[in-house]
């Protein structure tokens, strides 16, 4: 069992940053490749960004290029999120989740959740 806590969500200007992060408590954090997904409402879950196990390899969704940047502590079995330059189309509530898959945005195979954290970006 993994448990997974997210923090750092909150209400911020357009052109604004968040850092969101996520605690990892329980089996071993380095097993797992790292992952931030993000929901509107009314919308499907939506990858956002994710991480290797050895942090190494890092991928984006393409909207979020440039202005989102994943890493993680593993002294501190935790996983980041910075946003700059945030938009109101990033409004949605964020959740980061773990996979044995290197690489995938494909939210039926993360297999740990958090219970979402929310970032509301005004204009």
């Known amino acids: 069992q993994v448990q997974l806590v997210e923090s750092g969500g909150g209400l911020v200007q357009s052109g604004g940053s968040l850092r969101l992060s996520c605690a990892a408590s329980?089996?071993?954090?380095?097993?797992?490749?790292m992952g931030w997904f993000r929901q509107a409402p009314g919308k499907e879950r939506e990858f956002v960004a994710g991480?290797?196990?050895?942090?190494?390899?890092?991928y984006y969704l393409e909207s979020v290029k440039g202005r989102f940047t994943i890493c993680r502590d593993y002294a501190e079995n935790a996983v980041y999120l910075q946003m700059n330059s945030l938009k109101p189309e990033d409004t949605a509530v964020y959740y980061c989740?773990?996979?044995?898959?290197?690489?995938?945005?494909?939210?039926?195979?993360?297999?740990?959740w958090g219970q979402g954290t929310q970032v509301t970006v005004s204009s």
């Open positions: 991480i290797s196990w050895g942090g190494s390899s890092r």
């Open positions: 989740a773990t996979t044995y898959r290197l690489g995938s945005s494909d939210p039926t195979q993360y297999d740990y």
């Open positions: 329980g089996r071993t954090f380095s097993n797992y490749c």
